[in-house]
């Protein structure tokens, strides 16, 4: 068996590992346990950012710094909990931080600011132009516009909301990477529901046909 | 029940959290109340518009960029560490040899002091050159400096330190890591030598200033 050979076989053996247990090795100085957490996560991770962050490039670039953060402080990973729930812990704490930011600049226009006006003229113009938008405009509009209504959710509710409603985390599994409680979990989860279809009914039009329960 | 515990019912069950007689009397309320079946339709629907949205796409150096990061990171850590241990390691030596310096001027500017007196002012007091005896001739005092900062005129204990070949009895040692006798040895004997040169220096500067005072008065 060559080099190359015995990498491959090394890496496949590292891929039938738990996450935890790949973090073990990470600490134990296994690079290549690392680059199998990555490739596990960086989808889950990039997901979660975008649509908290509501930009592209800002996402990636936050995505990243979790990783290298996770590296970086892999030895005080402790396995009582989840390596996806420390992960998004990370990211969370770096969002948090990023709000705190552009709450003190004063005067800034950004994806965050829940309630600066304004907001109803814009919809109503969006409204007009059909009474069906899934009719009316492509899918790639509608993504856009469900992006914005998921940043016009106020940024208290809307980590614990993506992380339930897009990438399906329990509430456990929410109030450990958010450090909330279970209770005030489930009471953000809802509020940032609440605020969600506030945001996105006038995208649907009256036409809209519910799905029966 | 009510509407409103309806409605948490509703988003209870849509998380899984509800008991099969919750969802029973839910589903009882809901066909009794259109009003509340509208709204949780209209949530559902909400809801169910966010699980059709595409994955977003990033970079293709995603991963590479991430790697690159971290190198800088550790690179980063290892020159913080390599910093601190040298402050550290230096850090006592450095002060302590500042010390030993400092006290070193001290007893030398003390010792000066003490054997010559007062200098003349040097704002123009010219009466108090005329005072001073100025040497028949002027000293010769041109001066090459050795490796050491020393003059050659002079010859330093250092310079012997310094100046001597390698492997010759540890006498390219520095001072200050010879041991503590030797060196206080050494310096006590080029303290002297450079009172001495100090010496040298001040009649140098009266015999210059008496020259400046002497053209002056011939203007």
């Known amino acids: 068996m060559n080099l190359n050979e015995q990498l491959q076989a090394g890496r496949a053996r590292l891929g039938e590992l738990t996450d935890e247990e790949l973090i073990l090795k990470v600490q134990e100085g296994q690079n290549q346990a690392y680059d199998i957490l990555v490739g596990r996560y960086k989808n889950r991770l990039y997901a979660y950012l975008f649509r908290l962050l509501g930009n592209e490039s800002e996402a990636e670039e936050f995505a990243q710094e979790t990783f290298v953060r996770a590296y970086m402080h892999a030895d005080k990973y402790r396995t009582v909990a989840k390596f996806s729930t420390w992960l998004y812990t990370i990211a969370t704490n770096l969002v948090r931080n990023r709000i705190r930011n552009i709450k003190r600049r004063p005067k800034m226009i950004s994806i965050w600011s829940d309630d600066q006006g304004g907001d109803e003229g814009r919809w109503v113009e969006i409204k007009d132009e059909g009474p069906s938008p899934e009719d009316t405009m492509d899918r790639k509009k509608l993504n856009e516009l469900i992006q914005e209504a998921i940043g016009r959710i106020p940024s208290k509710y809307r980590p614990s909301f993506v992380l339930r409603e897009i990438n399906g985390l329990s509430y456990e599994e929410i109030s450990a990477a958010t450090g909330l409680k279970l209770g005030t979990v489930r009471s953000r989860i809802n509020r940032g529901r609440t605020h969600f279809k506030k945001a996105v009914t006038p995208l649907l039009g009256r036409d809209i046909r519910f799905k029966e329960m | ?219």
Not at chain 2, 50 to 60: I, R, V
Not at chain 2, 95 to 103: D, N, Q, R, T
Not at chain 2, 147 to 159: A, E, L
Request: glycine content about 8%; overall charge neutral; hydrophobic content about 35%.
């Open chain 2, 1 to 219: 029940m009510r509407c409103k515990k309806a409605r948490e019912c509703w988003l209870m069950n849509r998380d899984g959290l509800l008991g099969e007689s919750g969802r029973v009397r839910l589903q009882q309320h809901l066909e009794d109340c259109p009003e509340c079946a509208s709204e949780v339709n209209g949530m559902e629907a909400c809801l169910s518009m966010l699980e059709s949205l595409p994955e977003p796409e990033m970079s293709e150096n995603f991963e590479w960029n991430i790697k690159r990061r971290i190198a800088l990171e550790k690179t980063a850590v290892m020159r913080q560490r390599a910093g601190s241990d040298l402050s550290g390691r230096w850090g006592i030596s450095f002060v302590s040899g500042a010390a030993a310096m400092l006290v070193i001027a001290l007893a030398g500017a003390w010792f000066l002091l003490r054997e010559t007196g007062p200098s003349p002012s040097r704002t123009g007091d010219q009466a108090s050159y005329r005072t001073v005896t100025v040497p028949a001739e002027r000293p010769n005092y041109n001066i090459n400096y050795t490796n050491t900062g020393y003059p050659t005129g002079i010859k330093m204990v250092s310079d012997d330190m310094f100046n001597a070949a390698p492997g010759d009895g540890g006498a390219r040692q520095m001072p200050f890591s010879m041991e503590s006798e030797r060196r206080v040895e050494y310096l006590v004997k080029e303290n002297a030598l450079l009172r001495e040169y100090l010496e040298y220096y001040k009649r140098e500067n009266i015999y210059l200033k008496k020259l400046l005072l002497q053209n002056s008065s011939k203007r």
